[in-house]
């Protein structure tokens, strides 16, 4: 039997950034993903994020793959907020997305990370952010 633990820091954002996810939008949006990855043999360890972002710890299965991941979840995640009427108005995310392995030892590390993102973000703006997660020199392939 195959033994996989590959662990995946995502963060993706909301269209154009706009901050339209609410803290009750948030806790739905947060719960639906999770049921979403249990579906499609994903482990959601850890999400949280603020009001035009967001960021996922997640367990990969041995044969997914970050692009299938991530379609599945921001995919069905903007259908189900869109039917059912979540926020007003037409929701979906950005196309782009962060996606960075993490090892094993420093999952408590970033779980701690997400966890603290309200906290994080009350003094630190989300291009801060971006200049933490890729480096000062900010060149990413995929830039959230």
């Not at 299965?61 to 692009?67: F, K, L, P």
Request: aromatic share 12%; charged share 25%.
């Amino acid at each position: 039997m195959s033994y996989v633990n590959i662990w995946v820091h995502a963060v993706w954002t909301t269209k154009r950034r706009e901050p339209v996810l609410n803290k009750k939008a948030r806790f739905q949006v947060f719960k639906h993903i999770k049921e979403i990855s249990v579906l499609k043999g994903y482990h959601v360890n850890f999400i949280n994020g603020v009001e035009n972002h967001v960021h996922c710890l997640i367990s990969m299965n041995a044969t997914g793959s970050i692009s299938t991941l991530m379609n599945n979840i921001k995919g069905e995640s903007s259908k189900w907020v869109n039917d059912n009427k979540i926020l007003k108005g037409y929701f979906d995310w950005q196309d782009e997305y962060y996606a960075v392995s993490v090892s094993p030892h420093e999952v408590p590390k970033v779980r701690n990370y997400i966890r603290n993102q309200e906290k994080h973000h009350s003094n630190s703006t989300f291009e801060a952010e971006k200049r933490s997660l890729f480096g000062s020199d900010n060149q990413s392939p995929a830039k959230p």
